[in-house]
Structures are given as C-alpha cells and as structure tokens.
C-alpha cells in the first residue's frame, strides 16, 4: 500500500463489516460537548478496540483496506475531539501527541502485506503498543481530570479507563 489513504482497488464491503463489529465504521460528527472528556475517551477507546476488531476481518479477507484506513481517520478524529476536551480544562497532552502516526506507520506496516493470520499476528504487538501508550497516557491524566471535575461542579468523576 503506497499510501494510506487511497483506496482498495477492490470493492468496500463496510457494511457487512460494520455489522460484523456491531458498529458503523464513519461516524464523525462534531461532538456536542466539546469539553466533554469522559465521552471523548470512550468514542476514542471503543473505536481503537473496534480497529483491533477490522483487522482481524482483513487478516480473514472480510474487510478491506478501505475499512481499517476509514477507522483509523474515524480514530484520527475522535483522538482530535480527545485532545480538544482535555484541553478545554487546561490538561495538557503533548506526550502523546504522535500516537496517530505511530498507529499510521504499524497499520501501513501490516497493510501492505497480503491479509493472513501470521501477519496480523506479526504486527499486533506493535499495535498493542501503541494503545498501550495511549492508554497510559490517558490514565496518567485521570487525577488531573477529577481535580476539575470535583473544581468546577463538586462531583467526583473518572474517566473509568482499565
């Protein structure tokens, strides 16, 4: 695959696949809420697992290219929303400002071979780590974030990251 966003020469069957992971593949919308971190954190961390989810049909030949570059724009966005939401409380997230080209470059990695099981097996880890470190670098936030939530309306939230 010379370049990540071009499409799959063969046709897009997002449909069967969004059903097969019980979600639509595009759904980017400006959020209601742009500071609403709790929602950005989720939509980012259920379409990160969902990604896991695709490439698991493209390593079967039941999703395309097309439908793990249209997740990974989807995530680009919702990763975006994240940052926005966290920085309209002053959080600061610049240490995990390159997880999108990080995730870019092990996805172009495992994409420009021919869909199997082995190469998918061979690049998970790398993915694993990728959203690993998102995932640290979410969590090391929690603290940050419940000191403004318990700030501004006295309540306590998390982001209830695992």
């Known amino acids: 695959m ?8 063969y046709s897009s069957n997002s ?15 400006p959020p ?11 939509s980012l961390l259920s379409s990160t697992k969902r990604l896991q989810e695709v490439l698991r049909l493209w390593s079967t030949e039941k ?22 939401a966290f920085s309209q409380h ?11 080209n990080e995730l870019r470059t092990v996805l172009e990695q495992c994409l420009s071979e021919d869909p ?3 190469v998918l097996t061979a ?3 790398d993915l694993r780590k990728v959203i690993f470190k998102l995932l640290r670098g979410l969590q090391s936030r929690q603290e940050q974030w419940q ?11 998390s982001l209830d990251l695992p």
């Open 32 to 42: 209601a809420d742009i500071g609403n971190v709790p929602r950005a954190v989720h």
């Open 147 to 157: 000191a403004v939530t318990r700030r501004f309306d006295g309540s306590r939230s």
């Open 116 to 118: 199997s099981p082995e």
């Open 123 to 125: 690049f998970m880890p």
């Open 63 to 84: 999703a395309t290219e097309s439908d793990v570059s249209d997740l990974y724009v989807q995530i680009g966005h919702e990763f975006n929303a994240t940052i926005t």
């Open 2 to 9: 010379s370049n990540y966003y071009q499409r799959s020469s």
């Open 15 to 29: 449909d069967n696949v969004a059903e097969q992971v019980g979600q639509p593949l595009m759904q980017i919308q």
């Open 90 to 100: 002053r959080i600061d997230l610049t240490d995990i400002l390159e997880i999108p």
